[in-house]
């Protein structure tokens, strides 16, 4: 089944050549990285013998197993265990951002929570997740499958902080300009699941836990053989790294102290050490099935494969959407006249996590997100590269407050725009790009890929 969902309506319209090589390699990256195929690979039951690499657990000496998830990679990876375990699974229960109607669960209860900013049913969920825990013993098995928008779907406040001071925290910070680690470090500070709590729960009543995750925080290194145990920090499975007076420096850097709701100020300057997320959680069994690097070694490896010029920019990438797509069009210009820093025709890869700044919720007059901003922003400059593409997707197939994975944009959208009457720098002032690329016909659709690998760009220069 096709990934790109509209690729038919994308290719009928600007560089159609430039927008096929693009298309092609993000499309044939989504299906390898897809963890429903991952996890079948490396997960085999052996009659009452799971095994993970060499790594093997006799399910006739469990009680119960049981499947917890959250995530936006979650539906997938959740089909993908029951398919594995067949009748040894017990139960479950896990949250996603969005059910699609293919999805098929067969002993999992599945909850649909809030992302980016949480809901009531996410809280539902996390109670009955709790109530779960709080009634296992030593003799049972959790497997947790965990992806990033855990944070958000996960939502449990601790006590004295409401769904809407998490809600209203959230969002303040979201467009404040803070990285996606620092807000991190508040919500998880504000939860009784995050931050390592559900792990911790699960150890104290003795129980065993194998972790599945993909690594959505920018900075962790590419994977290479997932079926091999590694270390894990953060998620609601791993211990955290972050403490208290992390979470307050974070509100402090970016002026917030005054802006959110002061319930969640004092709640975080009132508590102590003994009070901490848990910074060790040992006896657990953690695999990593994909990171942030992953999207951009399989697109390299492909473009290869195609006969192409490729280079990976940076997987580290963070700041502002709109600045980027900017940058990406110089660069773009830079190889077409100079031939570098790669020779055209190439393809130039990157991925991380950039980010929109709103400061004034009244500037907003539309919908958007950071990928179809970063694109907005590439075709205003991009008319001096003549074939130029790029495209810009949250890997997980919706890009901030859009059902669209993100759009693709190339040296001809900012003419047409003009003659269909439509002003890019007014959608990007107004964080209106949504619409706009819906008009254009530039959004880019895939629904629930099954993974969740933060933002992946890819930028197509021709020959002048």
Same mark, same amino acid.
């Given at each position: ?13 600007? &560089? ?85 109607? +293919?999805?098929?669960?067969?002993? +999992? ?46 939502? &449990? ?12 925290? +959230? ?39 194998? /972790? ?208 269909? /009457? ?31 690998? &933060? ?10």
């Amino acid at each position: 089944m096709d990934k790109i969902k509209n690729r038919a309506k994308l290719l009928s319209h600007g &560089c159609r050549a430039s927008r096929e090589i693009v298309l092609e390699i993000t499309e044939r990256m989504l299906r390898k990285a897809d963890s429903y195929n991952r996890i079948c690979e490396m997960m085999h039951l052996e009659g009452d013998r799971l095994r993970i690499g060499k790594k093997v657990w006799d399910l006739s000496q469990k009680r119960n197993v049981y499947l917890l998830g959250a995530g936006k990679a979650c539906n997938a990876m959740v089909m993908a265990v029951e398919h594995v375990l067949g009748d040894r699974l017990t139960g479950g229960i896990a949250i996603v951002k969005i059910r699609e109607e +293919t999805d098929l669960y067969k002993k +999992t209860d599945v909850y649909v929570g809030g992302h980016p900013l949480p809901n009531a049913s996410g809280v539902a969920a996390c109670g009955k997740i709790l109530d779960l825990v709080n009634q296992a013993g030593p003799d049972d098995l959790f497997i947790a499958v965990i992806s990033g928008g855990s944070t958000a779907l996960m939502c &449990c406040p601790v006590d004295g902080i409401s769904l809407q001071d998490k809600i209203d925290t +959230t969002d303040i910070m979201l467009k404040s300009g803070a990285k996606v680690s620092e807000i991190n470090a508040v919500r998880r500070h504000l939860s009784q699941i995050n931050g390592g709590r559900l792990g911790q729960r699960i150890r104290e009543k003795g129980a065993e836990l194998i /972790g599945i995750t993909i690594f959505d925080d920018v900075g962790k290194p590419a994977t290479e053989d997932i079926t091999i145990p590694v270390p894990l920090e953060g998620t609601p499975i791993g211990p955290d790294p972050t403490t208290f007076k992390e979470s307050l420096a974070s509100i402090y850097k970016y002026g917030l102290e005054k802006r959110l709701p002061q319930s969640v100020i004092q709640y975080l300057q009132s508590q102590t050490p003994e009070n901490e997320t848990p910074k060790h959680l040992d006896g657990f069994t953690y695999y990593i099935i994909n990171t942030v690097p992953d999207s951009c070694c399989y697109a390299r490896q492909i473009a290869e494969e195609m006969g192409l010029n490729v280079m990976v920019l940076t997987t580290y990438l963070e700041g502002d959407s709109k600045s980027t797509g900017t940058c990406m069009a110089s660069i773009a210009r830079e190889i077409q006249q100079n031939k570098g820093p790669v020779a055209p025709p190439c393809v130039l890869l990157s991925s991380g996590e950039t980010t929109t700044l709103i400061l004034d919720n009244r500037e907003i007059k539309g919908h958007g997100g950071p990928s179809q901003e970063l694109v907005t922003s590439f075709a205003l400059s991009a008319a001096a590269v003549p074939g130029a593409c790029a495209l810009s997707i949250d890997s997980e197939g919706t890009d901030g407050t859009t059902a669209a994975a993100g759009g693709i944009t190339d040296s001809t959208t900012l003419a047409t725009a003009k003659e269909l /009457g439509f002003d890019l720098m007014r959608a990007l002032r107004e964080h209106a790009t949504g619409e706009l690329l819906a008009a254009l016909g530039d959004q880019v659709i895939t629904g629930n890929t099954g993974t969740n690998l &933060c933002d992946f760009n890819i930028l197509y220069v021709p020959e002048g």
